[in-house]
């Protein structure tokens, strides 16, 4: 599934590929994409930037117009640098010369003015995001600290407002770092460990940046030995939308 760290990924790929160079190609070709009728007003625009906030992807073109673009559970971004197409349909196809960028499937792609952009309040809602330049972390501590004191923690987590990019994996992973079970209460926490858990979120994403995939601990390993106390990796579902949450019933406290 997508996290912050995919869809910063995507944006480093998108800029590389066609940052500064104007489209030869932009067409919306799947009717199911949501931008199918509107594809023409891409046409001739230059990519002036694209831009990762937490899993949202948005790319500033000339003359302020602005596509954004959140892939949910099953989108997702192709780029290539050898002219070869996607297969199918997708959602939206962008091409300059040899540099492909296209979306199929995701919860939003839409077209809109850069002054709607920054009035969007699904982007005006997120937290800092630990992979942007200017991140803070004691923000990000301090909006743990301030959130409803009898939610979980691992389904804390999981609200873009407190620390944006972070999804299934990432969660589990940063819960485990410093040892705390994503069951706790968020009031239970000290601000010790809510600094504990920001910087295991941070490390975790800024780690999948540098290697390429995301360090993966505890996710995925369901009654198998935990690999820091040979413990029992335990699975449930937790939260409203019953996510899976991996934990170490032994070294997580
Ligand atoms: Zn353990």
Redo the contacts with the bound molecule.
Sequence with gaps: MPEGDTIHRAARKIQVALGGKTLDRADAPNPRSPIHSRDGELAGRTLERAEARGKHLLLHFSGDEVVHSHLGMNGRWYVRADGRLPMGKPWLLLTSGHAVASQSGGKILRLVSASRARNDPSLLQLGPDPLRPGYDPDEAAARILAYEPSAGIGEALNDQSLIAGVGNVIRIEAC?LP?ISPWRKVGDLTEEEARKLVDATSWVMETSMKRGSRPKQ?YGRSNRP??????R?RAHGQGDDNRVTFW?????R
């Excluded at 935990?226 to 413990?231: E, L, N, T």
């Excluded at 170490?248 to 997580?252: L, Y």
Aim: glycine residues 20%; hydrophobic residues 20%; charged residues 20%.
């Design positions: 485990f040892g505890i935990c690999p820091r106390c040979g413990g990796v170490c019933e032994k070294c997580q």
